[in-house]
């Protein structure tokens, strides 16, 4: 920089910029003389409008109203410059300056009232003004400038070109003219030298503070990027486990594999920022990592495609899933394994992580970045972990499925071939499940179920429409119903929500005629068992024979709900069969006598059978 373009400081010590310091405070010394002009153009102007006034009323009454006008212009123009801060420091220390040089100019003539005769005051004003202002060669040349000024009056004035003040006489010896400019130059030269020593031991002190306080402010912006970068890095860990936990919460509680994959994909997507975010198994075969979850639009575009890696060959993808190491690709473009998806263009670094259960690798958590450099090796860690826990829940919800599978296939054989009806029915009575064998006996009027209302199927009045209204109730309801003249034993479950509503009622029927046509006959067994053992018990009690035999046949007769009978004996010759005991209408054929094969008994007695 030119040292006439800015404050000396500038000029002679430059600052020291660091590539984090911030711009230079309003404490730098280029600020201070800024403020050290606008003290002096403040003093200057107070004292000079005092001037200015006072060389007015002597101007007025020497009869020269044009000097009035000079004063005005040069205070409106020293106003001007006191008060312009936009304008550069230059241009407003250098109207200054060339102000007083020309007020020294003038008030070395009697024709500037007010002022002449005080130019030797002025020009020393003015050259060390400039090197204070400006600098010490400033100065100097300021100073030069003055006394050849003085010593070209002088000159004049002892040529007498021109009459010198009237103060200073009107000698024409240019001995006595050249005094003043020497005297100018010895006292200027005196007191320019320790000024500008001063100002540039200030300067140089003014200077390394200033490289200290900068060299201070880059150290603890440095600190400051320091402290911001733990403090991210720290923020991104802390957000890592979270994700961590949540994925271990949700792989803990999901039964759905589909469902699981999408949560984490999107969960690790949506807290760390990534561009996308896809999970990978490894189909039966183990030839191919398959896409099963992706988030965003270019992952369902992916997967409705069905995207799939070759294991071993393509992508890094193929590679984690062949070798069972995590990879990551800094920068995709100078990886040679990275696979350049079209649907991802902005892809820039990758990171990919198996899926291990025991030594077997099942797929892999792939994540990209718009950002070149996006992972490192504690990523690696804490996503290894998440990656863990997902294959583990993966492994785990398969084999569920699995199992579930099997119980769906046995439940299903169980309904299929036992004689029995399972109906879900809705709050509104619509039938929104309809199996079991024993459906047959319903579809006999009624093919096809579901969708079908409850009273449509069973009527208004049916004893089952009556107990679905109570189970709806949330009583739980079992009874005995007829259909098609089978016998069902019936039970309603209500099954309530969270809010205590009854969502759905399931009924189960049991085909129970086959078994309810045994309790009868094993009823009626047992009260003919009953009945013989109290006839042994009152026949061991008599002695008389009709008497005895009067009990038998009653009894015989209760057993088949009848009040008659009879009961013949053979004579001891056998030639007849006499009747010994009748009740009811048999009682008046008492003594009848018959012969073989005469009526029912004499048939039984003959051919010795029923």
Same mark, same amino acid.
């Given at each position: 920089?030119?040292?006439?373009?800015?404050p000396?400081?500038?000029a002679?010590h430059?600052?020291?910029?660091?590539?984090?310091?911030?711009?230079m405070?309003?404490?730098?010394?280029?600020?201070?003389?800024?403020?050290?002009?606008?003290?002096?153009?403040?003093?200057?102007?107070?004292?000079?409008? =005092?001037?200015?006034?006072?060389?007015?009323?002597?101007a !007025?009454? @020497?009869?020269?109203?044009?000097?009035? +006008? +000079?004063?005005f212009?040069? %205070?409106?123009l020293? /106003?001007?410059? /006191?008060?312009?801060?936009?304008?550069?420091?230059?241009?407003?220390?250098?109207?200054?300056?060339?102000?007083?040089?020309?007020l020294?100019?003038?008030?070395?003539?009697?024709?500037?009232?007010?002022?002449?005769?005080?130019?030797e005051?002025?020009?020393?004003? $003015?050259?060390?003004?400039?090197a204070?202002?400006? =600098?010490?060669? *400033?100065g100097f040349?300021?100073?030069?400038l003055?006394v050849g000024?003085?010593?070209? $009056?002088?000159?004049?004035?002892?040529?007498?070109? %021109?009459?010198?003040p009237?103060?200073?006489?009107?000698? /024409?010896s240019?001995?006595? !003219?050249?005094?003043?400019?020497?005297?100018?130059?010895?006292?200027?030269?005196?007191?320019?030298?320790?000024?500008?020593?001063?100002?540039?031991?200030?300067? @140089?002190a003014?200077?390394?503070?200033e490289?200290?306080?900068?060299?201070?402010e880059?150290?603890?912006?440095?600190?400051?990027?320091m402290?911001?970068?733990r403090?991210?890095?720290?923020?991104?860990?802390?957000?890592?486990? #979270?994700?961590?936990?949540?994925?271990? &919460?949700d792989?803990?509680?999901a039964?759905?594999?589909?469902?699981?994959?999408n949560?984490?994909v999107n969960?690790?997507?949506? #807290? +760390?920022? $990534?561009?996308?975010?896809?999970?990978?198994?490894?189909d039966?075969?183990?030839?191919?990592?398959?896409l099963?979850?992706?988030?965003?639009?270019?992952?369902?575009?992916?997967?409705?495609?069905?995207?799939k890696?070759?294991?071993?060959?393509? =992508?890094?993808?193929g590679?984690?899933?062949? /070798?069972?190491?995590?990879?990551?690709?800094?920068?995709?473009?100078?990886?040679?394994?990275? +696979?350049?998806?079209?649907?991802?263009?902005?892809?820039?670094?990758?990171?990919a992580?198996?899926l291990?259960?025991?030594?077997?690798?099942?797929?892999?958590?792939?994540? #990209?970045?718009?950002?070149?450099?996006?992972?490192?090796?504690?990523?690696?860690?804490?996503?290894?972990?998440?990656?863990d826990?997902?294959?583990? @829940?993966?492994?785990?919800?398969?084999?569920?499925?699995?199992v &579930?599978a099997?119980?769906?296939?046995?439940l299903?054989?169980?309904?299929?071939?036992?004689?029995? *009806?399972?109906?879900?029915?809705?709050?509104?009575?619509?039938?929104?499940?309809?199996?079991?064998?024993?459906?047959?006996?319903?579809?006999?009027?009624h093919p096809h179920?579901?969708?079908?209302?409850?009273?449509e199927?069973?009527?208004?009045?049916?004893?089952?429409?009556?107990?679905?209204?109570r189970?709806?109730?949330?009583?739980?309801? =079992?009874?005995?119903?007829?259909?098609?003249?089978?016998? $069902?034993? !019936?039970?309603?479950?209500?099954?309530?929500?969270?809010?205590?509503?009854?969502?759905?009622?399931?009924?189960v029927?049991?085909?129970?005629?086959?078994?309810?046509?045994?309790?009868?006959?094993?009823?009626?067994?047992n009260q003919?068992?009953?009945?013989?053992?109290?006839t042994?018990?009152?026949?061991?009690?008599h002695l008389?024979?009709?008497?005895?035999?009067?009990? %038998?046949?009653?009894?015989?007769?209760?057993l088949?709900?009848?009040?008659h009978?009879?009961?013949?004996?053979?004579?001891?010759?056998?030639?007849?069969l006499v009747t010994? *005991?009748? %009740?009811g209408?048999?009682?008046?054929r008492?003594g009848?006598?018959?012969?073989?094969?005469?009526?029912?008994?004499? &048939?039984? !007695?003959?051919?010795?059978?029923?």
């Amino acid at each position: 920089m030119s040292e006439m373009s800015t404050p000396p400081s500038t000029a002679s010590h430059e600052v020291p910029r660091h590539s984090h310091a911030a711009p230079m405070p309003a404490g730098s010394i280029a600020d201070w003389y800024e403020r050290l002009l606008d003290a002096i153009l403040r003093v200057a102007l107070v004292l000079g409008s =005092g001037l200015a006034g006072v060389g007015s009323v002597v101007a !007025w009454r @020497a009869g020269e109203p044009r000097q009035i +006008f +000079f004063y005005f212009l040069v %205070i409106s123009l020293l /106003t001007l410059i /006191t008060f312009s801060h936009e304008v550069e420091y230059f241009i407003r220390a250098g109207v200054f300056l060339l102000f007083l040089y020309i007020l020294g100019l003038l008030s070395q003539t009697r024709y500037f009232i007010g002022f002449e005769g005080n130019g030797e005051l002025v020009f020393m004003t $003015f050259s060390v003004l400039s090197a204070v202002l400006l =600098g010490r060669k *400033v100065g100097f040349m300021a100073l030069i400038l003055s006394v050849g000024t003085m010593f070209i $009056f002088a000159l004049l004035y002892a040529g007498g070109l %021109i009459p010198p003040p009237h103060h200073l006489g009107s000698s /024409t010896s240019l001995v006595e !003219w050249v005094d003043e400019p020497l005297q100018l130059f010895v006292f200027g030269t005196g007191t320019i030298v320790p000024i500008s020593y001063l100002l540039e031991s200030f300067r @140089a002190a003014f200077m390394e503070s200033e490289r200290a306080r900068v060299e201070l402010e880059a150290h603890r912006q440095r600190l400051h990027h320091m402290v911001e970068e733990r403090t991210a890095h720290l923020e991104r860990r802390t957000r890592e486990l #979270q994700v961590a936990a949540e994925v271990a &919460r949700d792989a803990a509680l999901a039964t759905n594999l589909d469902d699981l994959l999408n949560q984490a994909v999107n969960l690790i997507r949506d #807290q +760390f920022g $990534f561009y996308h975010a896809g999970l990978f198994l490894v189909d039966e075969h183990g030839e191919y990592a398959v896409l099963r979850a992706a988030t965003g639009g270019s992952g369902q575009k992916m997967l409705a495609e069905h995207h799939k890696l070759k294991v071993g060959e393509v =992508g890094i993808v193929g590679y984690v899933t062949a /070798t069972g190491e995590s990879r990551i690709a800094l920068d995709v473009g100078t990886d040679a394994a990275h +696979f350049k998806n079209p649907l991802l263009p902005r892809t820039r670094s990758e990171l990919a992580l198996p899926l291990r259960v025991g030594d077997r690798v099942i797929g892999a958590l792939d994540v #990209q970045s718009e950002r070149p450099e996006a992972f490192d090796d504690d990523d690696v860690a804490i996503f290894q972990v998440m990656a863990d826990q997902l294959a583990v @829940a993966i492994e785990r919800t398969r084999l569920f499925e699995q199992v &579930r599978a099997t119980l769906e296939r046995r439940l299903e054989s169980v309904i299929s071939n036992t004689p029995i *009806v399972l109906l879900a029915v809705e709050p509104d009575g619509t039938i929104s499940l309809a199996r079991g064998k024993a459906l047959a006996r319903l579809r006999h009027q009624h093919p096809h179920l579901v969708g079908r209302s409850v009273k449509e199927i069973f009527g208004e009045t049916h004893a089952f429409t009556s107990a679905f209204r109570r189970a709806l109730a949330g009583v739980h309801v =079992g009874t005995l119903m007829e259909f098609s003249g089978r016998l $069902f034993e !019936w039970s309603l479950t209500p099954l309530v929500d969270e809010d205590h509503t009854v969502s759905q009622v399931l009924a189960v029927a049991m085909d129970v005629t086959e078994l309810k046509k045994a309790e009868v006959a094993l009823h009626q067994r047992n009260q003919l068992l009953t009945a013989l053992h109290q006839t042994a018990l009152e026949i061991m009690g008599h002695l008389e024979m009709e008497e005895l035999l009067r009990l %038998i046949v009653t009894r015989a007769a209760g057993l088949v709900d009848s009040v008659h009978g009879y009961v013949t004996l053979m004579e001891p010759d056998g030639s007849a069969l006499v009747t010994r *005991v009748g %009740i009811g209408l048999f009682a008046t054929r008492i003594g009848d006598r018959l012969k073989p094969g005469q009526g029912v008994a004499g &048939r039984v !007695w003959q051919n010795a059978r029923l």
